[in-house]
C-alpha cells in the first residue's frame, strides 16, 4: 500500500475547488478530514489505486483510528477481519454516515 500523505487544512482548501469546477460536491472524506484537523488529530490519507476508496488514518495521543470511504461494499472478507475501524458509506449489512462516524470519534465513543 501506498505511503499515508498528511492532510492538512490548506492542501483541503486547495481540493475544494477542484471538485466544484468539476460540478462535482466536495467529498463528504474532506469536510470530515477538516473537523478531525481542528478538533486537534494528525489525519493522514491514502487514495486506493483500483477504487474510489479513500483511506483515513487519525492519530490523537494514543487513539488511532483507519476509516474507508467508498461508494462500493468493501471485501467482505477484509471487513470480517476488521481491517478498517469504520466504514464510511456502504458496506456489507449497514450504512455509515460521515457524521455518524464523526460523533463517535469526538463524543469519545
Known amino acids: 500500500m501506498a505511503k499515508p500523505k ?3 487544512l490548506k492542501y483541503l482548501e486547495i481540493l475544494k475547488p477542484v471538485y466544484i469546477e468539476k460540478n462535482y460536491p466536495v467529498p463528504k472524506w474532506i469536510f470530515f478530514s477538516q473537523a478531525l484537523i481542528e478538533a486537534g488529530w494528525r ?3 491514502i487514495r486506493s ?3 474510489f476508496s479513500k483511506y483515513i488514518y ?11 470511504f467508498s461508494n462500493h461494499k ?6 470480517e ?15 455509515i454516515t460521515t457524521e455518524m462516524v464523526l460523533k463517535k470519534i469526538l463524543g469519545g465513543m
Open 81 to 95: 477481519t476488521n481491517d478498517c475501524d469504520f466504514y464510511v458509506g456502504i458496506s456489507n449489512g449497514q450504512v
Open 49 to 51: 489505486k483500483s477504487t
Open 58 to 68: 487519525i492519530h490523537k495521543g494514543d487513539k488511532n483510528f483507519k476509516i474507508r
Open 74 to 79: 468493501p471485501n467482505k472478507g477484509q471487513q
Open 6 to 8: 498528511k492532510l492538512t
Open 43 to 45: 489525519v493522514e490519507l
